[in-house]
């Protein structure tokens, strides 16, 4: 809690300073107050670079041009949110762009290794060759159970039994 305290204090006591500086620079100040603002400028260093900081500003105010047509709200409030929208507008350009250009790149790499690549991935694929198919609807290889009148009834049988009775 106090370090809040001492803070606000800091910056009350630097809000001060500044105003005291400024009323010194627009000949404002009383000279009881030109006395004390003299005085820190010879001891305070930091004070001391405030003031050249200051007075070269206020040296550089009347040399600034004033623009000389005047510009309605809306077209001023336009140009500022164009500036601001500007660098979103070049990325999403970049990136877009780049986008498409992989897209691009990957749609040609895929279309030249479908027609005229030695891509054996593709040549399996095409192949006629047949596959053997075997079924066996005769000999299951589970018993399937047949339902009767008097109840559930399991056949006995097996792919090896059956092999037999066919031999």
């Given at each position: 809690m106090t370090d809040n305290h001492d803070d606000r204090q800091t910056a009350t006591a630097s809000a001060a300073r500044f105003e005291l500086l400024s009323a010194y620079l627009d000949d404002e100040a009383t000279p009881s107050e030109r006395y004390e603002v003299e005085a820190l400028l010879e001891s305070d260093e930091l004070f001391a670079g405030q003031y050249r900081q200051m007075l070269r500003i206020q040296q550089s105010l009347p040399a600034m041009s004033v623009p000389?047509?005047?510009?309605?709200?809306?077209?001023?409030?336009?140009?500022?949110?164009?500036?601001?929208?500007?660098?979103?507008?070049r990325n999403l350009a970049i990136f877009g762009g780049g986008a498409i250009v992989a897209g691009l790149v990957?749609?040609?790499?895929?279309?030249?290794?479908?027609?005229?690549?030695?891509?054996?991935?593709?040549q399996f694929a095409f192949k006629n060759t047949p596959a053997p198919l075997m079924v066996a609807l005769n000999d299951p290889i589970l018993s399937i159970?047949?339902?009767?009148?008097?109840?559930?009834?399991?056949p006995v049988s097996?792919?090896?039994?059956?092999?037999?009775e066919v031999n």
């Open positions: 000389s047509t005047r510009q309605s709200p809306e077209a001023l409030a336009a140009a500022v949110f164009g500036e601001i929208d500007r660098p979103r507008k990957s749609l040609v790499a895929g279309l030249t290794g479908l027609f005229g690549g030695d891509n054996t991935q593709l159970p047949v339902k009767s009148e008097t109840g559930v009834k399991v097996s792919p090896s039994v059956n092999a037999e």
